[in-house]
DNA sequence: CGTGTAAGGAATTCTGACACG
DNA sequence: CGTGTAAGGAATTCTGACACG
């Protein structure tokens, strides 16, 4: 019950305002791959405040004068590390029990 | 930066979605101030994920029978009492201080 | 009192495209 | 490649009112 961050519910206009980019530019980025919004029915999207984080430090990066794709394989390279580390756990784990 | 459930960013519809509640309903427990929604500068309301919790007590309260009027003043008792803890807990802390 | 609904308008968002570079 | 913009349409929201009870 307490995954917020999580929850796509807040409209491109608010994250516009949250972020400071434009609708373009957020619509650009997903066309990119680096996020992923929900739609309603009608077809709105729907972000999380993960998405609005997201957002920020895609932002920063654009900013330093990375592409869109290196943006992408990092965030990629990121997300397995944080599988290895899971899985590392779950392995640690598995062993003491068996002990 | 970590007060995510106080962000006004929600728009009704969505909110309907997450408690179940009309559009309706939402904007009518506005009028009898149990909620206070932000604005956009179109006039577009905005609610918070407090707010969404909110309105699932008040769903719940109304089911139980109670009136608008009764469940305002049960909101403003539980205020008054976190108001109460809070003073009592700064009182506390300057005495400590003093000693 | 609390909520549904039809009405008309305004704000918000959507897509595909052209532009610049 | 990344972003601005004008275009036309569709989805979303708004208010004030009537209805029922």
Redesign the interface.
Known sequence: MNN??E?K???I??VSE?TGLSERQIRYYEERKLISPER?KGGTR?YS?EDVEKLVLISEKMDKGMGTFEIRKEDKKAKQKDLHEMLKGQINAAFHIRK
């Open positions: 917020f961050k929850k519910v807040i409209t206009g608010t949250l309603t729907k405040f």
